[in-house]
């Protein structure tokens, strides 16, 4: 079994910066995917990033372009986002999923966490 658990939410004013970190226990995940996703209340899960484990690769969906970066640190298992230029429309709870396809598509990803509240106060 695989166990995520985000961290580093919390509240920012627009235009502010948040870290969110995903730590993973469980099976090995040099063979897995890891991304974030985010859901505002009444609106379907939405993609963040994802990057590839074994090369680093990632991507980006356009609302979050050139603002949000995913990474990785092989020693700790753990998968980072870091978050600039917050805008209110990035309110939402935030994800973090492990799975064997590097995709924008949650039902690519088999293992979610418990989720971590992300405010952006305008």
């Known amino acids: 079994q695989v166990q995520l658990m985000e961290s580093g939410g919390g509240l920012v004013q627009a235009g502010g910066s948040l870290r969110l970190s995903c730590a993973a226990s469980?099976?090995?995940?040099?063979?897995?995917?890891r991304a974030w996703f985010r859901q505002a209340p009444g609106k379907e899960r939405e993609f963040v990033a994802a990057?590839?484990?074994?090369?680093?690769?990632?991507y980006y969906p356009d609302s979050v372009k050139g603002r949000f970066t995913i990474s990785r640190d092989n020693a700790k298992n753990t998968v980072d986002l870091q978050m600039n230029s917050l805008k209110p429309e990035d309110t939402a709870n935030y994800y973090c999923?492990?799975?064997?396809?590097?995709?924008?598509?949650?039902?690519?990803?088999?293992?979610w966490g418990q989720g971590t509240l992300v405010a952006v106060s305008s």
């Open positions: 999923a492990a799975g064997w396809g590097y995709s924008a598509s949650t039902s690519q990803y088999n293992y």
């Open positions: 469980g099976r090995t995940f040099s063979s897995y995917a």
């Open positions: 990057i590839r484990w074994r090369d680093g690769n990632t």
